[in-house]
């Protein structure tokens, strides 16, 4: 049996009835895994053929459970391409989610804003990305069972999920901005430079992730909502350098409404 199928079976040992949404969470935001009611922890080194997250910030483990009425899964913590994982392993966890049952994503990460209209601590909707790694998890043989070989990515990011989350931020007079989002492959943060290039090439956030999981989702042909928490204005905005430290600062004062928005946007999913 291949790795896919080793840890969905793992996985459905362990839980209920299959999840509806699946979500992944970025730097600093894996609190929303805490507000999971009756839940089923399981650590990433407890799954047969998952990687192991190894970045501070990143507590690593599925959680399964239930999220205003929803049975949804969720990673806490995420595997990046910086880490050394190669994309097949990055993009791993998607697939398996969609093999339990998962229809819809909701990718998350802390994003450095581009668009000098954000502001740190803003929330912004993925409308759309640019993938600036330099590669694609799809590249290699075609899995038919998985998806197409040429899939199309016109609408990456569901538009009908995408208006559903403006509403349940404007009903929750939560700020929300949208925009593109550019993905490099990190570690480094960007230079000046790069950054007024991305801006020139219509990226509004850029970070280190979210791009390979969204193009694999799309593959399998899960409906797709991402949100980027603008937790630092990008290099060279500001007169000052970047930390890991202000990222995890600033997704933490935006907690609350971001755990707000998603479990809104969760609600409204379900219910449509
Ligand atoms: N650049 C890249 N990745 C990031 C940033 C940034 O400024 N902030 C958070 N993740």
Redesign the pocket.
Known sequence: MNEMSTAADYIQSKIGQAPEIGLILGSGLGVLADEIEEAVKMPYEDIPGFPVSTVEGHAGQLVYGKLRGANVIAMQGRFHFYEGYDMQKVVLPVRVMKQIGIKTLIVTN???GINEEFEPGDLMLIRDHINNMGTNPLIGPNDKELGVRFPDLSQAYSRDLLGLAKETANELDIKIQEGVYVA?T?PV??TPAEIKMLRVLGGDA???STVPEVIAARHAGLNVLGISCI??M??GILDQP?SHDE?IETTEKVKSNFLSLVKGAVEKIVEA
């Open positions: 802390a994003a450095g490099n990190g943060y960007e850029v970070g280190m937790s630092n990008a290099a970047l990222v």
